[in-house]
C-alpha cells in the first residue's frame, strides 16, 4: 500500500506539471476529490490493522498534502504566466506624453529668492521680521544717522506721497528701528520686504524691487562675527568653493562698512562681461551699526555693538539664473514664470 | 575721477603695477579700474636673449633661445636689432596684444615658436616703430611688461563712496596709497609771498566759509605747455588756455577749485559774495542762460560774475586780451552747492567737489600753487591779496580707546600698530595710556568720532586680516512663523500644486487703470518720475489683470496667477493676496479626444478652488457688498471668525469685454486676520466601521434662496448627533420649464450611519422624511 502511495503521488506530480488550469482541476479531482484516488485509500484504512492504519494514514494524508501543494503552486504558476501575457499585451508606451490636469505650478523667482535666505539665516539663529512699506522721514533717514541734506534724502531718489510727510521707504533698513524700538537686546533678526526708488526703469532699475535686512545687536558683536556670519551665508548659498572680499565702503548707518563682493559665478572669476573683467560681483552692503543708530533708539552704544547688512535680492536672483533684465520679474510673462 | 598712473607716481613712490594699484586702492575703499592702458596685455614679459641662430629654411628668420628667468623659450623672429644680451618682452604662448590677437604656439616655416619678441607697434606703444622693443640691460626678467615701463601711462578711473572728497585729487589719492603703503607723500613745492592789501571783497552768506582772492597782473595768455595739456586730457578736460588750464590742473592736482576772472571785465573792483536775487540771471561759461533763485550763492559785482562752487559767468571769463586776473580760492557750503548744481542741471569738476567737501588748509596751498605756476607759465605776478575767513575753523580732536579698537573689530590690534596706522593718515597724535588723542587733518572731514578712526584703522591695517572666526555659543531662539505667514505659505503651495503660477506686480498704477475697476486710490505720489508710478495699488487686480491680458495676447490659452503683497487702500498698507484664473482649468491632451471633458474656470470651479486651499475655520457666504469689479450675480464673501476678510467671484462683463472666457478673481486681505491666533487644531474623532447607507433626494427651490440656506438646514440635522452623517450636492436643475418658472432642483445624496448597529430601511426613511418636512416647512422647499 504504501508503495502505492508513492506511486500515485509521483503519478499525480507528473500529470500536474503539464496541467493547464482546466486539467489542473480534474487532476485535483482524480486524486482529492470524493472518489479519488487517495481519498479512497483514507476511506479505506479501516480494513487495516492498527499499527497499519496509522502508517497508512499519515503517509497518505502527508501524500494528499503534497499533492494539493503542487495543484495551488501549479495554478499559481499558471495565473501568473497568464497575467503576464495579459500586461505584455497591455503594454503602453513609456516615452509617450504623460498627462497630469493641472500644469505645473511656479513660485516667483524673487520669492524663491527670498525663502532661500530666509532659511539659511534661520538656521543662524535669526528671526524674521516685517517692516511697513510707507514709512516716517524718520525711521527711512534720521533714525539711520542720514540727515537732513544728505545726499541720499534727495527728491528725485524718493518717493514721498501727497499731502502727508510720509515716503515710500528707500531701504529696508527702517526694519532695524522698528525691531529695536519693539525689543531690549540681543536682536537677531532679518527684514526682507519691497523697497521703492523713484527713478526711469532700465534692465538693471526698477522703481519697485527687494531687500534684505540683517540685523544683530548683543553685548559682544564685533566686526570679526560680521565676517564669519556673513561668509557662512554666502557659502550656504552659493557653495562652499566661492571666493569671497570684503572690502572698505561707506554706509551712514554703519561704521566701520564694507562692501562684500563674491566671485563672478559666470566666469569663475576669470573676468566677463558681467563682472565687468574684474572676477568679482558685488553682493551686499554691511558693517558695524553705527553708534547714531543706537542712540536713536535708546539703545547704550558704549554697552552694546551690533552689526548689520543689507542685500538686494533682484540682484542675486539675476546672478543666481542668469536673467538680464529686472523688468522681466514683474511682467509676469508665463513664458517666463513657468521657468522658475 | 580719471587720473594718470605715471603722475600719480611722482607724488608718492611704490612698486605696484597699474592693475595691483587699483586692487590696493579698491581694497582701501577708493574703487579703482584700470580704463585706459597702452599696456592692455597679458601673459607679456620681459626676458633675456641667449641665443641667435639662422632659421634653415628661411633666410630672413632667426631662431632665438630666451628665458624669463625660470624657463626657456625657441622663439621664431625676423627682426634685425637683436643681438645676444638684449632684454625684450616676450609674449609668451596665450598673450593678449592690443586689439585682442592671440599668440598661439605656432610652426614657422616648420620650425616650432613658442611665442612673440614684441615691437613698440605690436605692443601699442607706438604708431611705427622699426625692430624689437629693445629694453634697458638692468631690466629685471620674468616681469610681466606693464611693471617696467616708465615712458608708457595708464588712465585709471576712480570712484569714491560720497564722504571721501578729499581723495578727488592726486595729492589725495598719493595720501591714501602712502597710508597703506607706508610711504611719504611729496607735495609740490610752493613759494608763498607776503602780499595782502587787497579790499574788495566781502561776504554776505554764511555759506561762503572761506574767501582767499588775488590779483595777478603781468600775465600772458596763450596755450598751455604739453605737460598740462596730457594731464587735463588724461582727466577728460579740455585744454583751454594756459590760465584756465592752470586752475584746472591745481584742483586736479590739489582737489581745491580754482576760478580766474578777466579784473578788466570787472567794473566795481568790488566782489560780493552774496545770496542770489530771486530771477537774477547768469551766462554760465557753458554758453548757457541760467536763472537763479534765492537759496542760491553767487559772486557779484551788481550783477553775478559767478555761481559759487559751480561755474563762472561767461562775460568775465579769462580770454586772449586778458592782462590782470582776480583768482580765487573758496570754500563754500557743501550742501548749497550740491542743491545749486541739482537745481540748475549743471554740474562741474568744481561743484562735484565741492559737493563733497574740500579742506581748509588746502585752499591755501592750492591758491600759492596756482600763483606759482601762472608766474612760471603766464608770467604773471602777484599784486594783492586778501583771505576772508567768514567761518573759523576749528580741528577736530577725537578720543580714541584702545580697548575700544578691540570691542569695535573683535580682534587685536597693537597700540603701537594703531599710533603707525594713524600717523600715516597724518593725524597728529598724543597717546595716553590707554587712550590716543587724534587730530585730523583738515581734508578728512567726513571723520567725526571714534568709530570713524576705529575704520579707519581697520580700512588700512585691511579687511582680509580680520580672521575669519565664527563664535562659539548659543544662538537666540528664533520666533515661529506668524498665523498670516503660515497662511500665506498654505495657499502657496496649494496653489502650486493647482499649477497656479506666483506673480509680483510693482505697487503703483495709473489712475486712469483704477477707474476701469471702480476703485480708488488711498495714497498718490507727490513726484512721480512717470505716470506708471501715480499711485499706490489699492488692490492686486489691476497688477494680475493686466498680466492676464499680457499672458492671453501672447497665445497662452489658460492664465492662473496668485500674488501675495502690500496694497494701499483707506486701511493704509495691507497685506494681501488675490489670485485669477483664466479659461480651460485642464491642460490639453491627446486623450482628450476620447474624454471629451475640459472645464473652465467659472464661478463654481473657482469657488471651490478658494474653498479648498482655505484653512478650515474659514467660510464662504453672500457677498453683501460686492466690489465693484465683480459679476453682481456671481460673488462670494470669504469670512473669517464671524469677519470678512475677502471676496471672490467672476470678473465683470464690463471690464473683460472682448476676452472670450469669463475671468475668476479673489482678494483676501491677510491684515484682517488676527495676527497671534493659532491655526485650529483638528481633534480626532472615532469612525465606525459599519457601513454608509446612501440615499438621493431631488428637491425644488425657489431661485432666490440662497443655497447655504438649504445647506444650514442640512447642517442643523447633522450636527443634533443622528444617523445623517454626510450630504452632497451630485446635480443642479435649471430647466425652468419642467420644474416651474423660478424655480431651481438640487439633488443630493444623504449618508447615514448608526455607530452601534446596521440601519434599518424605516430607520433611514424616517430621518429622511424629516429632513424634508423641515425644509419644506422652514423654506418651502419641495421634494420634486
Known amino acids: ?340 | 575721477m580719471k587720473v594718470s598712473y605715471n603722475l600719480l607716481k611722482s607724488f608718492v613712490s611704490f612698486d605696484l603695477g597699474p592693475k595691483e594699484l587699483a586692487s590696493t586702492l579698491t581694497s582701501i575703499g577708493i574703487e579703482t579700474s584700470v580704463v585706459s592702458n597702452a599696456c592692455n596685455w597679458t601673459n607679456i614679459v620681459t626676458a633675456k636673449i641667449l641665443d641667435i641662430q639662422k632659421h634653415p629654411e628661411a633666410d630672413k628668420l632667426f631662431l632665438c633661445k630666451v628665458s624669463d628667468g625660470a624657463k626657456e623659450y625657441s622663439i621664431v623672429c625676423g627682426a634685425k636689432n637683436i643681438s645676444v644680451g638684449q632684454i625684450v618682452p616676450l609674449a609668451k604662448s596665450g598673450a593678449l596684444l592690443p586689439d585682442n590677437f592671440q599668440i598661439k604656439k605656432s610652426k614657422i616655416r616648420g620650425i616650432e615658436s613658442e611665442g612673440m619678441l614684441c615691437s613698440k607697434r605690436e605692443l601699442g606703444l607706438d604708431d611705427e616703430s622699426e625692430g624689437i622693443y629693445i629694453l634697458d640691460d638692468k631690466t629685471k626678467l620674468g616681469v610681466t611688461l606693464e611693471n617696467v615701463l616708465d615712458d608708457v601711462d595708464s588712465v585709471l578711473e576712480i570712484e569714491i563712496t560720497t564722504n571721501r572728497g578729499d581723495v578727488l585729487s592726486y595729492l589725495g589719492l598719493a595720501r591714501e596709497i602712502g597710508a597703506k603703503l607706508k610711504k611719504i607723500v611729496t607735495c609740490p613745492k610752493i613759494k608763498t609771498s607776503n602780499v595782502s592789501g587787497l579790499n574788495c571783497v566781502q561776504i554776505k552768506s554764511n555759506l561762503c566759509v572761506r574767501y582767499i582772492g588775488g590779483i595777478i597782473s603781468g600775465i600772458k595768455v596763450g596755450e598751455s605747455p604739453k605737460w598740462i595739456k596730457d594731464v587735463l586730457e588724461k582727466s577728460g578736460i579740455r585744454a583751454i588756455n594756459n590760465i584756465v588750464d592752470i586752475t584746472n590742473y591745481v584742483m586736479l592736482e590739489l582737489g581745491q577749485p580754482l576760478h580766474a576772472f578777466d579784473l578788466k571785465k570787472l567794473s566795481s573792483k568790488n566782489v560780493v559774495v552774496r545770496a542770489a536775487n530771486e530771477s537774477e540771471k547768469i551766462i554760465a561759461l557753458d554758453g548757457k542762460e541760467y536763472e537763479l533763485s534765492s537759496d542760491m550763492l553767487v559772486i557779484a559785482e551788481d550783477q553775478p560774475i559767478a555761481i559759487a562752487g559751480v561755474m563762472g559767468g561767461q562775460y568775465s571769463g579769462i580770454g586772449k586780451g586778458t592782462e590782470t586776473l582776480f583768482l580765487e580760492s573758496a570754500i563754500f557750503d557743501s550742501v548749497s552747492v550740491r542743491k545749486t548744481s541739482k537745481k540748475l542741471n549743471l554740474a562741474s569738476d568744481s561743484s562735484y567737489r565741492f559737493e563733497r567737501g574740500v579742506s581748509w588748509d588746502i585752499a591755501e596751498v592750492a591758491f600759492w600753487r596756482a600763483v606759482n605756476l601762472i608766474s612760471d607759465i603766464a608770467g604773471g605776478k602777484i599784486e594783492a591779496k586778501e583771505d576772508l575767513q567768514n567761518i573759523k575753523y576749528e580741528k577736530t580732536t577725537i578720543v580714541l580707546r584702545v580697548e575700544r579698537v578691540f570691542k569695535v573689530l573683535g580682534y587685536k590690534i597693537s597700540k603701537d600698530e594703531i599710533i603707525e596706522i594713524l600717523r600715516y593718515l597724518d593725524m597728529d597724535l598724543q597717546s595716553k595710556g590707554e587712550v590716543i588723542l587724534c587730530t585730523v587733518p583738515s581734508w578728512r572731514n567726513d571723520i567725526k568720532e571714534e568709530v570713524d578712526i576705529i575704520e579707519e584703522i581697520v580700512r588700512i591695517k585691511g579687511y582680509d586680516t580680520i580672521p575669519l572666526q565664527k563664535k562659539q555659543g548659543v544662538y537666540l531662539s528664533t520666533s515661529s512663523d506668524s498665523f498670516i505667514g503660515k497662511t500665506v505659505e498654505d495657499f502657496r503651495v496649494k496653489l502650486n500644486g493647482l499649477g497656479f503660477s506666483e506673480a509680483l506686480n510693482c505697487s503703483f498704477c495709473e489712475i486712469k487703470e483704477l477707474k476701469k475697476f471702480g476703485l480708488k486710490y488711498s495714497y498718490k505720489i507727490a513726484n512721480p518720475v512717470s505716470k506708471e508710478n501715480e499711485v499706490l495699488r489699492p488692490s492686486l487686480i489691476c497688477g494680475l489683470y493686466k498680466n492676464l491680458v499680457l499672458n492671453i495676447s501672447q497665445g497662452v490659452e489658460s492664465v492662473t496667477l496668485f500674488e501675495h503683497g502690500k496694497i494701499f487702500n483707506e486701511l493704509g498698507e495691507r497685506k494681501t493676496f488675490a489670485l485669477i484664473a483664466y479659461a480651460r482649468v485642464w491642460q490639453e491632451w491627446w486623450k482628450w479626444e476620447e474624454q471629451k471633458i475640459s472645464p473652465k474656470y467659472d464661478f463654481y470651479f473657482g469657488g471651490g478652488i478658494i474653498k479648498n486651499i482655505l484653512p478650515q475655520d474659514f467660510m464662504i457666504t453672500q457677498n453683501l457688498t460686492p466690489k465693484e469689479y465683480y459679476h453682481v450675480g456671481k460673488t462670494a464673501s470669504v469670512v473669517h471668525k464671524g469677519k470678512v476678510v475677502g471676496q471672490f467671484g467672476i470678473l465683470s462683463p464690463y471690464i473683460t469685454e472682448g476676452i472670450k472666457d469669463e475671468v475668476f478673481y479673489c482678494e483676501i486681505d491677510l491684515s484682517s486676520l488676527e495676527k497671534d491666533q493659532n491655526f485650529e487644531v483638528t481633534q480626532y474623532k472615532t469612525f465606525s466601521k459599519l457601513p454608509l447607507v446612501k440615499r438621493d433626494i431631488s428637491v425644488i427651490a425657489d431661485k432666490t434662496l440662497p443655497f447655504v440656506k438649504i445647506e444650514k438646514v442640512i447642517k442643523n440635522i447633522m450636527k443634533l448627533g443622528g444617523i445623517l452623517k454626510d450630504y452632497s450636492l451630485f446635480s443642479v436643475y435649471t430647466d425652468e420649464a419642467k420644474i416651474g418658472e423660478g424655480k431651481i432642483g438640487y439633488s443630493f445624496r444623504l449618508s447615514y450611519k448608526d455607530e452601534n448597529k446596521t440601519l434599518t430601511d424605516t430607520e433611514v426613511n424616517n430621518d429622511m422624511n424629516s429632513l424634508l418636512q423641515k425644509l419644506d416647512l422652514q423654506l418651502q422647499v419641495k421634494l420634486r
Not at chain 1, 99 to 111: R, V
Not at chain 1, 116 to 121: A, E, G, L, N, P
Not at chain 1, 130 to 154: S, V
Not at chain 1, 191 to 219: C, M, W
Open chain 1, 1 to 340: 500500500m504504501n508503495n502505492n502511495i508513492e506511486e500515485i503521488v509521483k503519478e499525480a506530480i507528473l500529470q500536474i506539471k503539464t496541467a493547464d488550469l482546466k486539467t489542473v482541476e480534474n487532476i485535483k479531482i482524480k486524486y482529492l476529490g470524493k472518489n479519488g484516488a487517495l481519498t479512497q485509500i483514507l476511506k479505506s484504512l479501516s480494513n487495516f490493522s492498527a499499527k497499519d492504519r496509522k502508517n497508512i494514514g499519515s503517509k497518505a494524508n502527508s501524500a494528499k498534502s503534497v499533492i494539493e501543494n503542487e495543484i495551488e503552486s501549479r495554478k499559481e504558476t499558471l495565473r501568473k504566466t497568464l497575467l503576464e501575457e495579459k500586461m505584455q499585451k497591455e503594454k503602453l508606451d513609456y516615452s509617450s506624453d504623460f498627462y497630469f490636469p493641472f500644469s505645473k505650478g511656479s513660485f516667483h523667482p524673487i520669492m524663491q529668492t527670498i525663502q532661500d535666505i530666509c532659511s539659511i539665516f534661520k538656521s543662524l539663529g535669526f528671526s524674521v521680521a516685517q517692516g511697513y512699506e510707507i514709512e516716517t522721514q524718520w525711521y527711512n533717514f534720521e533714525a539711520l544717522n542720514i540727515p537732513k541734506n544728505h545726499p541720499a534724502r534727495d527728491v528725485q531718489d524718493t518717493f514721498y506721497l501727497e499731502g502727508t510727510e510720509e515716503l515710500l521707504r528707500t531701504h529696508t533698513s527702517p526694519g532695524q528701528i522698528h525691531v529695536m524700538e519693539s525689543q531690549k537686546p540681543p536682536v537677531r533678526v532679518i527684514v526682507p520686504g519691497r523697497v521703492y526708488r523713484n527713478e526711469a526703469s532700465d534692465a538693471t532699475h526698477f522703481s519697485t524691487f527687494h531687500q534684505i535686512e540683517g540685523l544683530a545687536v548683543d553685548e559682544d558683536i564685533t566686526f570679526v562675527d560680521l565676517k564669519a556670519v556673513l561668509s557662512d551665508f554666502i557659502h550656504k548659498f552659493f557653495g562652499y568653493g566661492i571666493d569671497i572680499s570684503f572690502r572698505p565702503s561707506h554706509f551712514q548707518f554703519t561704521e566701520p562698512s564694507a562692501e562684500v563682493d563674491v566671485q563672478c559665478v559666470f566666469c569663475n572669476g576669470k573676468g566677463c562681461r558681467v563682472c565687468k573683467n574684474s572676477g568679482w560681483i558685488e553682493l551686499l552692503g554691511c558693517g558695524i551699526v553705527h553708534p547714531n543708530v543706537l542712540k536713536a533708539v535708546n539703545y547704550d552704544s558704549e554697552k552694546y555693538t551690533g552689526y548689520a547688512f543689507g542685500l538686494g535680492v533682484e540682484r542675486i536672483t539675476m546672478f543666481k539664473y542668469g536673467i538680464d533684465d529686472i523688468r522681466l520679474f514683474y511682467e509676469n510673462d508665463l513664458r517666463f514664470l513657468k521657468q522658475f
